[in-house]
Structures are given as structure tokens and as C-alpha cells.
């Protein structure tokens, strides 16, 4: 068997999926809880030499043990090559120590990752002063997807062609007008100063145009909500007929998704990078042809 898919239990749903579009195997990770809080995993390599481990890493100070073990298992299975599928990677926004003393975690997890695997792939990691992924991951190839592919071909047949698209911030630019330009849609980009965790000033140039529109924010992550929400409050008071918002990756607690939603914004949709509630347009195709692409589907 030249590749198979690995996959974490929360996973197996989306393992599936992408399963089919690659034609392997699917294979779950056995995962057992010791009262220690210890894991047991069990990862038997099914006679592949590819293994294409699936586990997205939010919550990751929980996860990547896990993950670090499975991979040690399988080549103890003899898996002469395990590339990591991690939709969602965690710690890639702090780049640089902002005060004495901090650990780059980038740099840390990154070095990790390319000692423990032999490719890894993301969805639109949270990058701020580099260009590319394998600047954080050096030595392994390295891929940094887009889920606008994936974003467009949910929204297109369900969006009102007077929608007006926007960023709640500069960093959120890219993912907007990636999706706005194939829908042919209007957009707006904020302007954002953060002053804490969960405040901040916001900025929306030109916002007189949702005027009796639709308006949908566009962001790469979802986690407090508090730009989403200052951006809302915005939108509201200029007169926008409705308010949703869509994101690759999901990571708000049930208590910031019913901030959000009172604040205005109706429905929050994700893609499946993680296993969020609101995580409901699927990545699979998106993965499998970048799979496909850098050749992991072929024996080493």
C-alpha cells in the first residue's frame, strides 16, 4: 500500500471525506486516557509507506504529545514517510519575543514539526512577518493552502449579489478579497487599533456603501469575537439589512459565538479545519489535490 490516511478520533469525519478524494485508506488513531494524564496511542501502520496523519491543532497544548507519539508509532511500523495534515496549525502568530524573556513559539513549533515529519500541510496559517510557511518549518516542504476555493464554492450559489464583503482588519485583506473577486462582490476593509485582548478600535472606510445591504465579514480566525463584534456594531449603525460572517477556522467558545450573535451577526459559518460547531464547509477537496500535487500519494 503506497499512502493512508491516519486520523485522531475528532478527525475521522473530515479523514473520511478526504479519504475518498485521494482513494486511501482511512485508518483512526487509537487514543487512551490514563488517570495520570498520560495518553496511550496505538497507530498500526497498516502496511503503508505514506502516512498522511490528520489532526488540526487547536487546543494544541493537549494535542501535539499525541500527535508527536503517533508519529513515532507509525515508523516503528515501518511508515517510511508521515506527513502531517494539520488544517488549523497553532502558534504561528508570535514570530518574534515582544518583551524579554518570551519564547518565539513559532520558532519552537516549527522546529518541532520538521524534526517529527517529513511534510507538512495548513490552511491559512496566521502568519504575520514571513512570506511563507517553510520559513517557520524549515528543512521539510511546507504548504500553506488557501480555503478560498473551498469559501467560494459554498457562498456562490446563496449570496445576494448586493453582499458587500468585509475585512474587519488590514491582516484579513488577502482572505476577503480572494473571495470577493471570483463572486465579483464589493469590499470593505477595516481599519483596527488593539488596545488588549478583547478591545479594540476599529475603523470601516467607505462604510456609508452597506447602506440597506447585506454585509458578510470575512476573516481567517474566529476566536473571541471581539474585532467581529466592533465590526458589527459598525455595519449595524450604518445601516446594513443583515449581518453574517464566515471564517477558515473556528475557535470561539459558546460563550463569545452568543456575544456574536447578539451583537447582531445571525449566522457564523467555519470551515471543517476544526470540529467547531460552526465548522460546516468542508476542506476535502482543497487538501486532497494538494496531497495529490506534491506527490504523497505514490510509494517513496
Not at 256 to 264: S, V
Request: aromatic share 4%; charged share 20%; net charge negative.
Amino acid at each position: 500500500m503506497s499512502a493512508a490516511i491516519f486520523a485522531f478520533p475528532e478527525m475521522l469525519a473530515q479523514a473520511e471525506a478526504l479519504g475518498r478524494r485521494c482513494a486511501v485508506p482511512v485508518h483512526p488513531v487509537g487514543v487512551r486516557q490514563f488517570p495520570d494524564g498520560e495518553s496511550l496511542i496505538t497507530a498500526p501502520a497498516h502496511g503503508a509507506h505514506t502516512a498522511l496523519l490528520l489532526r488540526s491543532l487547536d487546543d494544541p497544548n493537549a494535542k501535539l504529545v499525541e500527535l508527536l507519539l503517533a508519529s513515532a508509532a507509525l515508523r516503528d511500523g515501518g511508515v517510511r514517510r508521515v506527513i502531517l495534515i494539520a488544517p488549523y496549525l497553532a502558534y504561528m502568530r508570535q514570530d518574534m519575543a515582544f518583551h524579554p524573556g518570551e519564547a518565539v513559539s513559532q520558532r519552537v513549533i516549527g522546529g518541532l514539526l520538521a524534526q517529527w515529519f517529513d511534510g507538512v500541510v495548513t490552511v491559512d496559517p496566521h502568519l504575520h512577518r514571513i512570506e511563507r510557511l517553510n520559513q517557520a518549518i524549515p528543512g521539510i516542504p511546507a504548504l500553506a493552502l488557501s480555503a478560498a476555493p473551498a469559501l467560494v464554492a459554498a457562498l456562490a450559489e446563496e449570496l445576494d449579489t448586493a453582499t458587500v464583503l468585509v475585512g474587519p482588519d488590514s491582516e484579513s485583506r488577502p482572505w476577503v478579497e480572494s473571495i470577493a473577486a471570483p463572486l465579483g462582490l464589493h469590499v470593505l476593509v477595516g481599519e483596527k487599533v488593539r488596545h488588549g485582548d478583547r478591545a479594540v478600535t476599529l475603523e470601516l472606510p467607505g462604510i456609508s456603501a452597506v447602506r440597506d445591504r447585506p454585509a458578510l465579514l470575512v476573516d481567517d480566525v474566529i476566536s473571541s469575537g471581539t474585532t467581529l463584534i466592533a465590526c458589527a456594531d459598525l455595519l449595524r449603525a450604518a445601516g446594513a439589512s443583515g449581518i453574517e460572517a464566515v471564517a477558515t477556522h473556528a475557535l470561539a467558545s459558546p460563550a463569545d459565538m452568543a456575544r456574536m450573535a447578539a451583537a447582531g451577526i445571525s449566522c457564523i459559518r467555519a470551515t471543517d479545519a476544526t470540529t467547531h460547531p460552526a465548522a460546516t464547509i468542508p476542506l476535502a477537496r482543497v487538501l486532497a489535490d494538494a496531497i495529490r500535487a506534491a506527490g504523497w500519494l505514490e510509494t517513496p
